[in-house]
């Protein structure tokens, strides 16, 4: 069944329900680094949401993931991807992520990201999309990049 994937702009609310999605996205990998701590996850989303780079993933009308993308000059920098793991495997990341790539290299730009080394699952999604690890930028990061062709 195909599904109709958009990205819609930020709404009222939509810290909180990014806030949400992030508990129920990562929760598990930020557990494992560094203990979840319910308020200071909620001190740290507050002061660090980017609301000007956010968008929310629509899955047939309903909320589903976020993804915050940063123009990084010569390169886009894919600051966030999370989806709701009720959306999880089911090709919706990797529409989204194919769909950032191809825009980007239309334009002669690569596409780059970091993500947590605990979390293989999306390290693997990431490598068979075509990223190529290039380095580990922190104690817990691994950064990884798609270069245009």
């Known amino acids: 069944m195909e599904h109709r994937i958009e990205l819609r702009r930020l709404r009222p609310g939509d810290a909180e329900f990014c806030f949400r999605l992030h508990r129920r996205a990562l929760g598990e990998y930020v557990a494992a680094i560094w203990g979840w701590d319910e308020p200071a996850q909620r001190a740290y989303h507050e002061k660090n949401f980017d609301t000007a780079h956010t968008r929310v993933i629509t899955v047939d009308g309903h909320d589903a993931g976020a993804l915050t993308v940063l123009d990084g000059g010569t390169e886009i920098v894919l600051g966030l991807i999370e989806l709701d793991p009720e959306y999880q495997g089911r090709g919706i990341g990797g529409h989204v992520v194919r769909t950032l790539v191809a825009d980007a290299a ?5 596409v780059v990201l970091e993500v947590l080394d605990v979390n293989t699952r999306a390290k693997a999604f990431y ?3 075509g990223f190529v690890e290039t380095g580990r930028p922190g104690e817990h990061k691994i950064a990884l990049r798609y270069s245009a062709p």
């Open 106 to 110: 239309s334009h002669g730009r690569d």
């Open 127 to 129: 490598e068979r999309l």
